[in-house]
């Protein structure tokens, strides 16, 4: 083979790549109709991690700045607090204190049930949107978070009114997988 010579590439991997290429882009189009978003939440008195797709789709902005993007009403709120937690913090076992998105914008929380194998790994950021709502009314022992980033993690905890979670539909035990959240 003569340097700089290129080779012609397989048939096959043509269509893979295309096939991948078609796979990819419907993932983001199924997934930014409906926002599918991890929740802590609970049944039969136990804390459960699931993967949740609210119900009300995505709308589209008409509020100046942001008009003709996607929007999502995520419901009536009563509270916004933000959280600051130290490296490698250890938040115990706990219930949710109320029903209430929690968005992380930096750092890393690592959920866990207390009589289950179950984690739910939440970085910062981008994909950092979960909801947290096995309160005690619902959950007898809660969850544990722990915070084992070597910088802090922020968070801003937005509780819902009158502890209603958002209409949505299971869609399968266990926090949503990336490429269930890509298009956010």
Not at 25 to 47: K, P
Not at 93 to 121: I, M, R
Not at 129 to 152: E, M, Q
Request: glycine letters at 10%.
């Amino acid at each position: 083979m003569v340097a700089g010579a290129r080779t012609k590439p397989a048939p096959l991997f043509w269509v893979v790549a295309v096939l991948f290429q078609f796979m990819s882009l419907a993932a983001v189009a199924q997934n930014t109709t409906h926002l599918n978003i991890t929740a802590i939440g609970a049944a039969g008195g136990r804390s459960t991690i699931e993967c949740w797709q609210i119900t009300r789709p995505f709308d589209t902005s008409t509020d100046p700045g942001t008009a003709g993007t996607k929007a999502q009403q995520l419901g009536d709120t009563t509270n916004l607090t933000l959280t600051i937690l130290p490296p490698k913090f250890d938040g115990g076992l706990h219930n949710a204190p109320a029903v209430q998105y929690v968005a992380f914008t930096s750092g890393l929380a690592v959920v866990t049930l207390p009589d289950s194998d179950e984690k739910a790994t939440i970085r910062g950021g981008k994909y950092g949107l979960i909801i947290a709502a096995d309160i005690a009314a619902v959950s007898k022992k809660g969850h544990i978070t722990r915070y084992p980033s070597g910088s802090t993690t922020t968070a801003l905890q937005i509780r819902m009114k009158d502890n209603i979670p958002p209409a949505h539909s299971i869609l399968h035990k266990g926090a949503c997988r990336q490429d269930e959240l890509v298009g956010l």
